[in-house]
């Protein structure tokens, strides 16, 4: 069976203090591995995608990486906007139907 | 702007009863799911569908249904609500090019 954990489950940074969040995963046959941002009240909203082991991706103060066994999403100089929770999931064998999510960790960021 | 939505945004009924959540997108995917999400769990798949007629059981479908007659639609259909379902529904869809899955904004439903 797979799975994902993500932690901390909460993390408080102040403005401008980086940091990373940790998403362990057991998965067999990674077809994926995805990050999405989830504010309060809505829908996650598509971050990244990493496909194999030393893979990384940026996206403004967002760095993603990959290894074999964890994934971390480091956050650059943090802003207040960064504000959320964060999900990690992972699609083994099969279709998207296989995606497993983990539970998230929520960032605040205080200015 | 191409876009997901789903209605009502907020739902209460009462156990029993029968109720069905809609989802509508218009990118034109023919990948749509439903997902359940509940503190201390991740989302959890309840139906997906990967075209019109085509209809399949997620992780926890018990006591929910899916159809699909058209692209754009994909409703969830609880047939006698429990407490247990309680929760926040979300609807996706997913960009089989790109690899990108967009969600929409939620309903949360209260069963008493």
């Known amino acids: 069976e797979d799975q994902v954990t993500q932690s901390p489950e909460a993390l408080r940074l102040q403005e401008g203090e980086s940091s990373s969040l940790n998403c362990s995963y057991t998965?067999?046959?990674?077809?994926?591995l995805f990050w999405y941002r989830q504010d309060p009240g809505k829908g996650p909203e598509f971050l990244f995608t990493l496909y194999s082991a030393g893979e990384e991706k940026e996206k403004e103060r967002l760095k993603a990486t990959l290894t074999k066994k964890e994934s971390f999403l480091h956050i650059t100089a943090p802003k207040p906007e960064d504000s959320a929770t964060y999900l990690c999931?992972?699609?083994?064998?099969?279709?998207?139907?296989?995606?497993?999510f983990g539970t998230g960790t929520k960032l605040q960021v205080i200015p | 702007d191409a876009e997901i939505t789903q209605s009502p945004r907020h739902k209460i009924t009462e156990t029993g009863r029968q109720v069905t959540l809609a989802c509508h997108q218009t990118w034109n995917h023919n990948n749509m799911f439903w997902y359940r999400q509940d503190l201390g769990h991740g989302l959890r798949l309840i139906h997906y569908?990967?075209?019109?007629?085509?209809?399949n059981k997620g992780e926890v479908s018990d006591g929910y249904s899916v159809s699909r007659s058209n692209t754009e639609d994909l409703p969830l259909t609880l047939e006698s609500a429990a407490s247990s379902q309680t929760s926040v529904y979300f609807c996706?869809?997913?960009?089989?090019?790109?690899?990108?899955?967009?969600f929409g904004p939620g309903t949360r439903l209260t069963v008493t």
């Open positions: 996706a869809s997913r960009d089989t090019e790109a690899g990108t899955v967009y």
């Open positions: 999931a992972v699609q083994g064998s099969g279709g998207y139907q296989k995606v497993t």
């Open positions: 569908s990967y075209g019109v007629h085509d209809t």
């Open positions: 998965v067999s046959g990674l077809r994926g």
